[in-house]
């Protein structure tokens, strides 16, 4: 059976149920807010996020661009990579829904490396070679390390791509 969600939204006005709402554009530029009721953050920040903005501290980021995402395994030991470019995300947070109807960019396939960052329960769970559990660094209660593979961008903002584990060795 599947698990329904009852998502309401803070507006000026009374809460409103997103499922009544008959016209989705009426939400236009009205931002989505996290739980503790802030903003989204994406003011870029340097470090060690390379630029990236502040929402992918902890998620998997292309090191060479604004681009982040998860991390899956798959049966074999590799993992996909399935992203969103950062511009994307942001306008989607922002619920700018003509800008993200407009949205088009670069794409093609391009042979990126990605930091991948896991918890540390993932990390354990996932079983990762030693040569690459080796390589990571820890920082907090996360794990990263990096990967390169063929990653492929669509034009409306998404990338993914498989990051074998056993030809970085």
Same mark, same amino acid.
């Given at each position: 059976?599947?698990?329904?969600? =009852?998502? +309401?939204?803070?507006?000026?006005?009374?809460?409103?149920?997103?499922? *009544?709402?008959?016209?989705?554009?009426? #939400?236009?530029?009205?931002?989505?807010?996290?739980?503790?009721?802030?903003? /989204? =953050?994406?003011?870029?920040?340097?470090?060690?996020?390379?630029?990236?903005?502040?929402?992918?501290?902890?998620?998997?980021?292309?090191? =060479?661009?604004?681009?982040?995402?998860?991390?899956?395994?798959?049966? *074999?030991? =590799?993992? /996909? /990579?399935?992203?969103?470019?950062?511009?994307?995300?942001?306008?989607?947070?922002?619920q700018e829904l003509?800008?993200?109807?407009?949205?088009?960019?670069?794409?093609? &396939?391009?042979?990126? +490396?990605?930091?991948?960052?896991?918890?540390?329960?993932?990390?354990?769970? !996932?079983?990762?070679? &030693?040569?690459?559990?080796?390589?990571?660094? *820890? !920082?907090?209660? !996360?794990?990263? /390390?990096?990967?390169?593979?063929?990653?492929? !961008?669509?034009? +409306?903002?998404? #990338?993914?791509?498989?990051? &074998?584990? *056993?030809?970085?060795?």
């Amino acid at each position: 059976m599947a698990k329904t969600f =009852d998502l +309401t939204l803070e507006m000026p006005q009374p809460t409103i149920k997103v499922e *009544r709402l008959k016209n989705p554009l009426l #939400l236009d530029g009205v931002p989505l807010l996290k739980g503790n009721g802030q903003p /989204f =953050d994406f003011s870029p920040i340097g470090g060690m996020l390379r630029g990236h903005a502040f929402f992918f501290a902890t998620k998997s980021k292309i090191t =060479d661009g604004p681009a982040g995402g998860v991390i899956v395994p798959l049966p *074999r030991g =590799d993992l /996909f /990579f399935l992203g969103i470019r950062e511009k994307l995300l942001e306008q989607a947070a922002h619920q700018e829904l003509r800008k993200i109807e407009d949205f088009r960019s670069e794409r093609g &396939p391009m042979r990126k +490396t990605v930091e991948c960052v896991l918890t540390d329960s993932v990390f354990r769970h !996932y079983r990762l070679l &030693p040569e690459v559990t080796e390589r990571s660094r *820890r !920082y907090g209660n !996360y794990h990263a /390390f990096e990967l390169a593979g063929q990653l492929h !961008y669509t034009e +409306t903002g998404i #990338l993914f791509g498989v990051l &074998p584990t *056993r030809e970085q060795i």
